[in-house]
């Protein structure tokens, strides 16, 4: 049934989840644009971001404290990162391997399946949730959790700051000079390998923030990653690989669509009208909306 | 190399010598099958229960009953179906066929049960569904496929006479498309229709997988129900619970929660603020009468577990025994001869009520189905053992 206001609380709430899921998008792009990979396993960083804010606030911090809890779960997931791709991804270019990007699937999907395992041998097979004690907002005639709107304005201000960081630091530099061409920032003198570590923690950092903020919302337990990544890969494909901003806009069309797919037309099918706007792009424009074109020697 | 050759011969002699020794040993125990969901995106809360109702029913034969058929101890042989079909049948396929069970039970996902019958059919192990109410599961009438669960014609017994007594008009079902949330759904809809209940339905179905339901909510809340039915399994059930918290459904709306799962222990953990005044269906409640066998159960479960057994626990427990009862019965591992037992015999299980797989028309066929009852819970982390019970439906027409 239409009526304007379910438009409208639709509306928002397409929009608000596609800011949240272009988090995730926007650390695969970000780790592909720099280290050349994507990192199947962006789920399970995801996941163990939502364990970390769960433990932190669970037993250390309360409630309260979330807004301390997230940097350190996203701090502590960008970590583990840093110390996985000397092990898992250095390889890839300190040895002369033919054939990286098959490489790259293969540590990354065996990454996945150990991450996965490991939490649900550790976790078990419940559910947690840090909980919240943020009230109900209302935007506009829409009532939304305190906690998904608090991960909206975090997500936001995230965005903004990974922004800033990447156009007016030496760091940012060094990472679009290596996003452009490692060879040619090899040569500005430029330690390509440690940029990749740090590309690499940053990625699976934002994963891990996306999961600290989403942890009160979509509950925390070993798989919690996965519907996450599929939406995260569906946005970088409508926006374009290595596209920060095309990250962002793709995650609220996504949104967006899905949602209203869902109120207006059949809601079993919500997932199937983002596959049709991933379709619908790959058709107009197959490297997406903000995508270019690359040679690669 | 002649001294390290012979001690080479003399390790393979051991090794074939201890190989032929636990081939005799396996001949000595009886291999009972149990599949469950032990990983996403099954529930695997519900599988642990399950098996640990199972673990205690080999206790129980191995230990109390001295085994079966003549002192032979029996086996549990776990396989995860993951909730997935394709899982589940391979699953089945192993268990039947390598790890040569007498029986496969513990079913949770009504897909996973459907689609192992079929294989069931062909194969002729026996099958015992634990906790799985699609119609098709026993409506096909294939010999090996029996179940011990309340089905849905009978749970949509038990939620219309809760509507009747209520006084509820409009009814909003939010139902996720797999075989038990289309099949509740279906079925509501059939006996809505046929027994003229009057009821105005609403519909909205979402995909499993799905981590936002704000649009299906809010489409409910425009439809002013006087009840929402809760028809998803695992965390689908409980993003329902907390969406419709936001969107303002609850607790102004009554929801009534098709399984039993706020009887776990987690129920409370995720929903402490906004869980009171859920209703929900149960299939045991301490004031009923336990068995003999289902004392033992209960007792050896909180000494082990030290918390109170609960239905899947339980029904686990008694399908285990059922089929190591069948065993003793046919004196037999054959396939074929348990599921004569099966048809033919009467067992015991947890409930003070004896157990007949009878060979009835329509979904009651090899189907036996605890008493249905709902549940409500009127206070912030109530024990499920003294909330308030609403009503005790026993169903079934044969």
Known sequence: MYSTELLVQTLIAGVMIGVLYALMALGITFIYSIVKMINW?????????SFAQYLLVVYLLGPDFW????????????????????????????????????YATVVTIALLLLLRNLATGIAGPNQFTPGSNLGVVMLGPLPVTGARFAAFLCTLAALTLFYV?????????????????RIGAQTSGVDILRLDQIAFGVGVGLAGLAGALLAPEFQVYPTNGVVTTVKGFEIIVIGGLGSIPGALIAGVMLGVVEALGAAFIASPYQNVYGFLLVLFVLLIKPTGLFGERVRQA | MKPFTRALGSIAIIALAGLSGSAQAADDTVKIGLEIPLSPPGDPAAGQLIRRGAELA????NTVMKGVSGGK?????????????????????????????????????SSVNIAVNEVAKEIGVPT??????????????????????????????????????????????????????????????KQNKETKAGLELQKITFDHAATDLTAQLLQVKAFKPDLVINIGVGAPLDLIIDQATTVGLLPATPMLVSYDAPVRPQFWKLHEKNGAGIYFIAYFSPKQKLS????????????????????????????????????????????????????????????????????????YYHNWSPPMLILHYTKPNEDWQTAEIILEHVGGKH
């Open chain 2, 73 to 109: 101890k029996i086996e549990l042989v776990v396989q995860d179906s993951q909730g997935k079909t394709d899982v589940g049948v391979a699953a089945y396929r192993k268990l039947a066929t390598e790890d040569k069970v007498i029986g496969v039970t513990g079913f949770f996902h």
């Open chain 1, 165 to 181: 960081l990447l156009k007016r630091t030496w760091w940012g530099l060094a990472l679009r000079a290596a996003a452009q061409s």
């Open chain 1, 67 to 102: 807004w301390v809890a997230v940097p350190m779960a996203a701090l502590s997931v960008f970590l583990i990162g840093a110390v996985l791709e000397p092990i898992l991804i250095k390889p890839m270019f300190r040895q002369a391997l033919e054939r990286k990007d098959e």
């Open chain 2, 58 to 61: 080999v206790e129980y034969v």
């Open chain 2, 292 to 363: 003999d066998i289902g004392a033992w159960m209960a007792k050896a479960y909180k000494e082990k577990y030290g918390e109170a057994a609960i239905y899947s626990s339980l029904n686990g427990f008694g399908d285990v025994m059922i089929l190591a009862q069948a065993a003793d019965m046919a004196k037999s591992t054959d396939p074929k001869a348990i599921i004569k037992a099966l048809e033919t015999g009467t067992f015991k299980t947890w409930a003070d009520a004896p157990v007949t797989f009878p060979d009835a028309p329509g979904v």
């Open chain 1, 41 to 49: 396993a962006m789920g399970e960083f995801y996941m163990i971001g």
């Open chain 2, 128 to 189: 015992i569904a634990t906790q799985t109410s699609a119609a098709d599961i026993t409506a096909k009438h294939y010999e090996p496929a029996f179940r011990t669960h309340a089905i849905d014609p009978i749970r949509v017994e038990a939620f219309l006479e809760f509507t009747k007594k209520m006084g509820y008009k409009r009814v909003s079902m939010v139902a996720e498309t797999t075989d038990y949330g289309i099949g509740i759904s279906e079925e509501m809809e």
